[in-house]
Structure formats: C-alpha cells, structure tokens
C-alpha cells in the first residue's frame, strides 16, 4: 500500500519561508512522477509544481514560478517543496501526489495521480 505523508506546514509571515515534505512509503518510489498541488477554503484545488521521476524536468504553476520549487531524493523516498517570498494568497492545505504508473514526463492535472497524502496546511499572515 502506498503511503504519502506531508509535512512541514506551518504559519508564516508574508515573504517569508517554508518547504514541505513528502514522504512516500509502500513501493520503489525513484521510478514515478510527483506532483504538488493545493485547496484553499472555498476554491478548487490547483496545481502547484510537477516533477519527473528523475528530477530532471519540473513545471510550475504561474503563480508560483519564480518563488517556488519541487526537488526530490529517490534516496530518501521524499519529495519537497522549498516555497519562498510566501504571499497571504498562498494560504491552503498542500498535498502531494504520485501516479501509480511509472514514466519519463510530470502531470499537471489531479486527474493523472492516484496516490495522494492527507495534506499540510500553509498560513501565509499579511
């Protein structure tokens, strides 16, 4: 059974900084793609930032590029999120998600993972 848990949420000050964690368990995690994605109250949930099985290749959000970014260590089975310059709009519960099929590209879609953590929340103060 596959397992993600996320970690590293908190409450921080506008422009200030976090990285989330995700930490998979339940199969050989270096050989599937990886994405962040995040709900705040009331909305949907949206994409955040994609990454390859290798690490190789990510994609953001446009409202994240530039401040923040997806790295991985198939060592460590973990998947992270360094977010930095935090703006109030940030606000929301993060996850993190992985395919169940093994491939070369990253998903932008929450329709294209199968695997998902229980969520960290993220409170960006103004």
């Not at 993972?113 to 929340?121: K, L, V």
Request: charged share 15%; aromatic share 14%.
């Amino acid at each position: 059974q596959v397992q993600l848990v996320e970690s590293g949420g908190g409450l921080v000050q506008a422009g200030g900084s976090l990285r989330l964690s995700c930490a998979a368990s339940g199969r050989t995690f270096s050989s599937y793609p990886m994405g962040w994605f995040r709900q705040a109250p009331g909305k949907e949930r949206e994409f955040v930032a994609a990454i390859t099985w290798s690490g190789r290749s990510t994609y953001y959000a446009d409202s994240v590029k530039g401040r923040f970014t997806i790295s991985r260590d198939n060592a460590k089975n973990t998947v992270y999120l360094q977010m930095n310059s935090l703006k109030p709009e940030d606000t929301a519960v993060y996850y993190c998600a992985s395919r169940i099929s093994p491939g070369g590209n990253y998903y932008v879609t929450g329709e294209e993972y199968d695997y998902w953590g229980q969520g960290t929340q993220v409170t960006v103060s103004s």
